[in-house]
């Protein structure tokens, strides 16, 4: 018996198509659900204290800090235009311009069996926003009137990004704290992938004691979300938005980098693939699940970086050692050099 199989053809390239465009469908749909939830960021409200453990805020124990600011830090809201409240409105942000290369990014990882030893020269692997900001730009004026990280950089829009010495140093096997660590250097992380440095989320832009500020909700930063102090650039908010791996939609994010006490940093997705909110993490901005970890699955601690404040680490739950992580030849030795403005006051960006 001879069968006509010329239907069978355009029926299987019709399911085919038809499949095709239902995996469309549904990675577009977790497309959408993600980027529409990173629409609008949720910065600190105003009156958020820096330093003790608590959800949504950060605790910092920086000397400098300490001694300029004896009654502690609290953040306030300066109510820029991209500010709906305590909201961060990203489309409304007048990032700073520009799509530039700074140079070749060097970047080693040096593995001992106790620990992770970072050296480069700060040099992202991408593009970044022009600095210094040039001026007439939307960003100019804002970065004109916040004050500067010295006497060569007297107001923001003067800093550049130029390569340094950056060199740190992790626990390789951090050990889980059930009492967490305050955070003593304003650099909270390195990013693996990018080969530059997460800052804490802390900014005074003009040297007033009452206008300590999320930096995201003050300063426009570039397209990547970084910008340079003391001529180092680094990130803050949207931090991962430049990184080249970030993994599948409907997966646990991939690593990033690592945070000061050797825990690693993943991106805002969790098991499944669900976007990671601060409820489901803990004052440090962390939580245990299953995670890769040096090329073995492990139930572990990590942190997230998500759209809430602090969008990542605000306390470390292992111990570090800032001053033998952090080599001297690194500007933010833990700010043991950190700039002072005019009215004498530390100012962090």
């Known amino acids: 018996m001879i069968v006509n199989t010329n239907w069978l053809r355009p029926f299987l390239m019709g399911l085919t198509t038809a499949l095709s465009l239902n995996l469309i469908l549904l990675s577009g749909s977790a497309l959408a659900e993600e980027n529409e939830s990173l629409k609008t960021f949720k910065s600190a409200p105003t009156g958020t204290v820096i330093n003790q453990f608590s959800k ?7 000397n400098a800090l300490n001694q300029a600011y ?4 609290a953040i306030s809201n300066l109510h820029q235009p991209w500010m709906d409240g305590d909201n961060v409105n990203i489309k409304k942000i007048p990032f700073v311009k520009g799509h530039v290369s700074n140079g070749e990014s060097i970047f080693t990882t040096t593995l001992t069996e106790q620990t992770r030893h970072f050296r480069g020269n700060g040099i992202p692997t991408h593009k970044t926003g022009i600095f210094p900001v040039v001026p007439r730009t939307p960003a100019y004026n804002i970065y004109h009137g916040a004050l500067g990280d010295n006497a060569e950089h007297p107001t923001a829009d003067l800093i550049p990004i130029q390569p340094y010495d950056l060199d740190i140093t992790v626990n390789r096997n951090p050990v889980y704290s059930s009492t967490p660590y305050c955070m003593e250097s304003l650099v909270v992380g390195v ?5 530059a440095v997460w800052h804490a989320n802390i900014a005074n832009v003009d040297g007033a004691d009452n206008h300590w500020v999320d930096p995201i909700a003050a300063l426009p930063m570039d397209e990547c979300w970084g910008h340079p102090y003391n001529k180092e650039y680094h990130y803050h908010g949207y931090s991962w938005k430049c990184f080249p791996n970030q993994g599948k939609k409907y997966e646990h994010s991939p690593m990033l980098g690592y945070a000061m006490d050797g825990f690693g940093i993943f991106g805002p997705r969790g098991d499944h693939g669900v976007m ?3 409820v489901d993490l803990d004052e440090c ?3 245990f699940g299953l995670i890769e970890w040096d090329g073995e699955l492990v139930e572990m601690y ?10 990542g680490p605000g306390c470390y739950r292992s111990e570090q050692t800032y001053y033998d992580a952090i080599s001297d030849a690194h500007t933010h030795v833990p700010m043991r050099r950190l700039v002072y403005g005019p009215n004498k006051k530390a100012l962090a960006h």
């Open 70 to 73: 004896p009654n502690g830090i």
């Open 302 to 311: 990590h942190y997230h970086l998500n759209n809430e404040y602090p969008y």
């Open 285 to 287: 901005h962390g939580h």
């Open 191 to 195: 990013a693996t992938q990018t080969h």
């Open 56 to 62: 949504n805020s950060m605790n910092l124990c920086i």
């Open 276 to 278: 990671v909110k601060n």
